[in-house]
Nanobody
Framework: QVQLVESGGGLVQAGGSLRLSCAASGRAFSTYHMGWFRQAPGKEREFVAA????????YSADSVKGRFTISRDNAKNTVYLQMNSLKPEDTAVYYC????????????????WGQGTQVTVSS
């Protein structure tokens, strides 16, 4: 069982930065692939970024490449999403997710989800 708790969301002006954190419970954290998804009002949830459990290969959606960076610290059971050059269209609830199967994670068919953290980018 893995429990995920996101933090770090908030209100920021366009061009600003935020770092989201996702703290995971459970000793098996290091064996899970981890990802970030987001859902804006009236829109479907979409993939943002993912990182494999080993060797920590990262993947990002085209809409955030060059601006967002996913990373993980297995010693702290935490995954991060560094978001730079934020745009109003990045406004959404951001969710952390975990799965043992990368393809499932990438499709959003994840075993575990956090409760989400709101990110609002003002123009």
């Amino acid at each position: 069982q893995v429990q995920l708790v996101e933090s770090g969301g908030g209100l920021v002006q366009a061009g600003g930065s935020l770092r989201l954190s996702c703290a995971a419970s459970g000793r098996a954290f290091s064996t899970y692939h981890m990802g970030w998804f987001r859902q804006a009002p009236g829109k479907e949830r979409e993939f943002v970024a993912a990182i494999t459990w080993s060797p920590g290969t990262t993947y990002s959606a085209d809409s955030v490449k060059g601006r967002f960076t996913i990373s993980r610290d297995n010693a702290k059971n935490t995954v991060y999403l560094q978001m730079n050059s934020l745009k109003p269209e990045d406004t959404a609830v951001y969710y952390c997710a975990a799965d043992k199967l990368f393809n499932d994670l990438r499709r959003g068919n994840c075993d575990y989800w956090g409760q989400g953290t709101q990110v609002t980018v003002s123009s």
